[in-house]
């Protein structure tokens, strides 16, 4: 049978392993710092999203406005906090489901990339025992414009060399459905990104993409 894609992009946080819950932490700790409030459902809202820009709507709720420099230093703050909790990671946090699943796409042939927004992608991967395996890793270090903006995940296709509908992306974040209609890829949404409007396949767990590439 022909394949209906021959690229699988892959989000990272939420998709492949749970840093979500680490970046919940960091946000959190920063907020109660500097006494804002923040609760789950508005880091929901920070799924997918670049740092600075996760930032800006943690800030709408501050009573006080802040430099430019003073944002600059929180973002760092924040991802010191982050940094520091992901080195808890082992490759313990690769869910067993997903490591059977991306090692089964990858004996049927299928190219398999990492599309995502954070900065810390070669690290994560590093701890949870993916350093070398993807074919290809387009991440917060070689865009200029984070999700929803489809940058990332064009530059994942141009690096396995492939067009946008030769390739599905995976996301849990509304913001990624939105850069793979916006970027013309399929999709498959996971939790929250199930939802969207958008949305190609909706995922149930994440090995029943075998049955919808
Ligand atoms: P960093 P993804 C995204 O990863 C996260 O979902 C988002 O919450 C975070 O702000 C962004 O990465 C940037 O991360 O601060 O590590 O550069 O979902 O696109 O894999
Ligand atoms: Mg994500």
């Not at 799924?47 to 996760?54: A, D, F, N």
């Not at 709720?61 to 703050?77: L, P, S």
């Amino acid at each position: 049978m022909e394949k209906k894609y021959c690229g699988i992009i892959f989000d990272l946080d939420g998709v492949i392993c749970h840093t979500d819950h680490y970046h919940y932490l960091a946000w959190k700790k920063l907020a109660e710092k500097e006494h804002i409030y923040f609760d789950e459902s508005i880091n929901h809202r920070l799924r997918g999203v670049s740092r600075m820009e996760s930032l800006e709507i943690l800030l709408e709720r501050a009573d006080k406005t802040y430099t430019e420099e003073e944002k600059e230093r929180m973002a760092e703050a924040k991802n010191t906090i982050y940094v520091e909790l992901l080195g808890q990671m082992t490759e313990n946090d690769l869910p067993e489901n997903v490591k059977r699943t991306l090692d089964d796409l990858r004996k049927k042939g299928y190219l398999l990339a990492i599309g995502s927004s954070s900065k810390n992608t070669k690290r994560i991967l590093k701890y949870i025992g993916l350093e070398n395996y993807f074919d290809a890793i387009s991440d917060g270090t070689n865009i200029t414009r984070s999700k929803p903006d489809p940058e990332v995940f064009l530059k994942a296709a141009e690096m396995l060399e492939l067009s946008a509908e030769k390739c599905i992306v995976i996301e849990d974040a509304r913001a990624g459905i939105d850069a793979a209609v916006a970027g013309g890829f399929a999709s498959a949404g996971i939790g929250e990104a199930k939802l969207h409007s958008g949305v190609t396949y909706q995922l149930e767990s994440f090995e029943d993409l075998t049955q919808i590439v």
